[in-house]
Structures are given as C-alpha cells and as structure tokens.
C-alpha cells in the first residue's frame, strides 16, 4: 500500500480519473500519480465492474497509486477491496454520517484503505472529519455531485476548502480536492495543501469527460503542480 508524507512531498498530487485499461495505461505513462477507475456515464462516483478495476490495476502494474469507487455498502467495498486497488472510495452521504456504526462497518470491509468522498452540495465538509478520523477513514474528499459545468470553487467557498483540508492534517487523514476542475484551478487549489486534486472532464478531449484521457493535458496539469518538474513528453 502506498505511504504518504506531506512534509516530504507539500505540494498535492495528481489523480486520474479513468474508465478503462487503455486510459489507465495512457495517464501512468503522462505521470498521474494516482489512477482513479471510475465509470464517467455514471456521475461523480459511477462504480465500475470489479473485473475492469483489476484489468485496470494490472496494467498500472505498480507505475503509480490507484483507487476505485465502489457502492457505500460492506458487500460492494469488500468485493472492491480484493480486487487489488490501493485505496477503496465511497460516497458518504448526510444521512450516513449520522451513523457512526455504519461508517465503521465500511472501513471494517476495507481496513486502512477507504477514503469518504464528501460533497460539495450538502454544506461545509470540515465538520464531518472528526467522525470519519474516528470511524478508522484513511482518507477524504470533497467532490461535486452534479457534473454539468459547476466546478468545485464555484460551490465550496475558500474557507470551508482550507478547513477541510486542515481538519484532514489534524485528524491524519489523507485529503483530496475534486469536481469538474480544469487546470486553471491548481494554482488556487494548490494553497489549501490537500494531498491530491482529482480531474476527469478537464484532462479529457475537448473537456468532455465522457470523452478519452488526454495525455497532453495530463502533462500540462503536471506542470502546473510542479513548476520546477520538466516534461518528459
């Protein structure tokens, strides 16, 4: 399982989202630091079968990190969990954060590798890190719901971005930053010190994210996130 350290590595790094083996294969090689397999037709956190995520795992081979979505239920997280991903994520819904039984169920199906994905329409996310520290979370994310052209610094106000993200530091949780994001967010983004900033429809052709990875705006997002890193392409 890949270790974290943001006093070695401040600045976030860059999570792929991909639907399948090809794209996966094509943003390890642009340098994503974390392959994200998720299925785009199905909104933010569109779970792809099991068998693609391993087709997707064994081609990253070990290039880089890799996540994938599964349902918020022990079954689904489970069943994920064994297909090789490093990290397990699931949508954490209001009423679900209310459960705290039911948060430590899930990360009981996948110990020391579920991250909570917290959305950017249900209020400020800060306040729910403490239960998810508590319920045994690995990690967290704000993400967007809806996936029709508002971008997360549309909907979450910089103060609840930089709370968030400070409550994750606090709590020892890995933190991620998500939602429609296009590479002219990174430099904003970037001040709130999460660990990773997540991108599918800004990376992708034309800025479609039902569309194919492009290895070009990978590249660019790469240089954006590391100024002083050349480009290999």
Not at 7 to 25: F, G, K, M, T, Y
Not at 150 to 168: G, I, Y
Request: charged residues 25%.
């Amino acid at each position: 399982m890949p270790t974290f350290s943001t006093q070695q590595d401040p600045l976030p790094r860059l999570l792929v989202s991909v639907r399948d083996p090809a794209e996966a294969e094509a943003a390890r090689l642009a340098g994503a630091d974390l392959i994200d397999a998720k299925d785009p037709e199905r909104g933010a956190l569109g779970a792809l079968d099991d068998g693609i995520v391993r087709e997707i795992v064994a081609r990253v081979s070990g290039g880089a990190a890799t996540s994938a979505v599964a349902d918020p239920a022990v079954r689904s997280v489970a069943a994920l969990a064994q297909t090789g991903v490093d990290w397990v994520k699931v949508g954490i819904a209001p009423a679900l954060l209310r459960d705290p039984s039911a948060l430590v169920d899930l990360v009981a199906a996948a110990p020391r590798r579920l991250i909570a994905v917290l959305f950017a329409e249900d209020g400020t996310t800060a306040p729910h890190v403490p239960a998810l520290a508590a319920a045994g979370f690995a990690g967290a994310m704000v993400d967007t719901a809806g996936k029709t052209g508002a971008r997360l610094p549309d909907l979450a106000a910089p103060a609840d971005l930089s709370a968030f993200t400070a409550a994750c530091r606090v709590h020892d949780l890995m933190s991620g930053l998500a939602g429609s994001l296009r590479v002219i967010d990174i430099p904003v983004l970037c001040a709130y010190r999460p660990d990773y900033l997540g991108f599918r429809g800004g990376l992708c052709r034309d800025f479609d994210r039902r569309n194919g990875i492009d290895p070009l705006r990978v590249a660019e997002a790469l240089r954006a996130l590391r100024p002083s890193r050349q480009d290999a392409a």
